[in-house]
């Protein structure tokens, strides 16, 4: 933010606003955090679901054999864990088959069970008699996340929108384990960022946590079947204590809702103001004090903002009440307000402000967008050409609001025409690609090769040098003293000088030959 010195002489003066890391990443940290604490291990579950069977035909083959499915797992994302609801449904969808595909082949013959990492992992977890109420409460948990992910991939302006929302998203987490008395008692963000999660006596007893109904089915299921006893029952239902209290402690550690400021900007979001006025002009007055803290504005502007805010609030209460609470966070912020309160004099200095806070920004929306994106685009085999013209297209599309009217033109059928002679040329050129590449790599290896030769080289022709010497040294020195012993050393170093240069001769004939090598490439 630029705050304008009212000095003209003097820069204006550059004040950092902090709101924190961004929301995403914190959301998709805390979450992966938290089911890793668990122990669970349901990453290399959902992995091995998938490796087991997509680079063998031979296993496919089989499992549609013995058990009569052909539908399979989907390939786990190890970065981003909320992406992964669909894998895990998946996965919940096909345990019946792997149940029966793993115990049929390990009750076969020892010769014919895999040796494979992904197959010593579906055993393990087969042999756990709660792991479907794992995967399901990593679903139910996900999907209690997943909105707030989508909302906040937009490019819009939504920093406004996003403590009420991270609200939401702990009250609904903390509601599931802990006590009434202390949760209920989080009337509003601040409060609420202050629960410690951790404390044993804020947390109700593990048969009282909500699970979800699928969950609390599965168990009950498994009880009833007697696939797990009372103490493995117990012991899961606190690890996904342990899971909860990890996810939420992470995000009330880390989340911009720790930031006054952030809670703050709260004031701006029309539906806030028509549902919440008096709350919103105390949220408004807690952002000045900021604004002032920090000098990004002065008190007199700050006591003009105020009143305009209120006169704001009570023209929205009397005549647009209806149109604020119906405001949907999908149409631009900057557009309904500058409608609202841009065009009037009497609101000029409540929109210079407004302006000013606008450009604060949510996070790296853009950057989670484009991973989205390529989800949805991506398909096996697919190479880097493809990608980048699918989302060429995909952004063209996505910015025009749809396909262009009128967009089949003569210029688009002759390129169509001509596709397959451009996909002719372009195989033309990876060939060529390709051969330079090798060559680029032989030459290389030829290089690589003929280093140690001339070191060896090098290294001989001064042993050659040296030997002889010494050897003449030990010569004369043993008829001086006449000692025999040392005339055969003079003897045996001589020798040794005669081999090293045969060495040199065979080291010159394998360089030369690799020179050779090197000008026919």
């Given at each position: ?26 959301v998709y940290g805390a979450f992966k955090y938290g089911v890793t604490a668990t122990g669970w291990k349901l990453d290399s579950l959902l992995r091995s679901l998938y ?125 599931k384990f802990i006590k009434k008395s202390v949760h209920q008692e989080a009337t509003t963000a601040a409060k609420l960022s202050k629960i410690d999660v951790l404390k ?322």
């Amino acid at each position: 933010m630029f705050r304008q010195s009212t000095d003209q002489s003097r820069s204006p003066t550059l004040t950092v606003v902090n709101v924190g890391s961004c929301g995403l990443h914190v959301v998709y940290g805390a979450f992966k955090y938290g089911v890793t604490a668990t122990g669970w291990k349901l990453d290399s579950l959902l992995r091995s679901l998938y490796h087991m069977f997509s680079d063998s035909p031979a296993r496919k083959e089989e499992y549609e054999t013995l058990t009569g499915s052909s539908t399979w797992s989907l390939s786990f994302c190890g970065t981003r864990w909320l992406e992964d609801v669909p894998v895990a449904e998946r996965a919940l969808l096909v345990w019946p088959h792997i149940e029966k595909y793993v115990t049929t082949t390990l009750s076969g013959p020892k010769s014919k069970i895999p040796v494979i990492p992904s197959f010593h992992n579906l055993k393990e977890h087969v042999l756990d008699s709660l792991s479907t109420a794992k995967l399901q409460f990593f679903i139910t948990i996900a999907k209690v996340l997943t909105p707030f992910l989508k909302k906040f991939q937009s490019g819009a302006l939504m920093l406004p929108f996003m403590a009420e929302e991270l609200y939401a998203i702990l009250w609904t987490l903390l509601e599931k384990f802990i006590k009434k008395s202390v949760h209920q008692e989080a009337t509003t963000a601040a409060k609420l960022s202050k629960i410690d999660v951790l404390k044993k006596e804020n947390i109700l007893s593990p048969k009282k946590v909500d699970v979800g109904f699928a969950c609390k089915i599965l168990l009950q299921e498994a009880h009833a079947k007697k696939k797990a006893s009372p103490l493995q029952v117990l012991e899961f239902q606190n690890e996904h204590i342990v899971l909860l209290q990890k996810l939420t402690n992470k995000l009330l550690e880390c989340c911009p809702l720790q930031y006054a400021i952030v809670r703050q900007l709260t004031c701006m979001d029309p539906r806030y103001m028509a549902k919440n006025p008096d709350s919103a002009i105390s949220k408004c007055s807690g952002l000045l004090q900021q604004l002032i803290s920090k000098e990004v504005e002065s008190p007199d502007s700050c006591d003009t903002f105020l009143q305009q805010y209120k006169s704001f609030i009570t023209e929205v209460q009397k005549y647009h009440k209806d149109e604020f609470v119906a405001y949907n966070s999908e149409q631009g912020l900057d557009s309904f307000l500058y409608g609202c309160i841009g065009e009037k004099p009497e609101y000029s200095k409540l929109w210079e402000a407004f302006k000013m806070l606008l450009i604060l920004f949510h996070g790296q929306s853009c950057v989670e967008r484009g991973f989205s994106d390529n989800k949805d685009i991506l398909s096996y085999n697919m190479q880097d050409e493809t990608l980048i013209s699918y989302r060429m297209a995909y952004d063209g599309i996505k910015n025009q609001d749809g396909p262009m009217e009128d967009s089949v033109t003569k210029e688009l059928l002759l390129s169509c025409r001509h596709a397959h002679a451009r996909y002719q040329s372009c195989l033309n050129q990876k060939k060529k690609t390709e051969e330079a590449s090798q060559k680029k790599k032989r030459k290389k290896e030829v290089q690589e090769e003929l280093q140690p030769s001339r070191k060896k080289k090098e290294r001989l022709e001064k042993m050659v040098q040296e030997l002889p010497k010494e050897a003449d040294k030990l010569a004369s020195e043993a008829e001086t003293k006449h000692k025999m012993d040392l005339l055969v050393k003079s003897d045996a170093m001589h020798s040794k000088s005669r081999e090293k240069r045969k060495e040199i001769k065979n080291e010159e004939k394998n360089i030369d030959g690799l020179q050779k090598k090197l000008k026919l490439m």
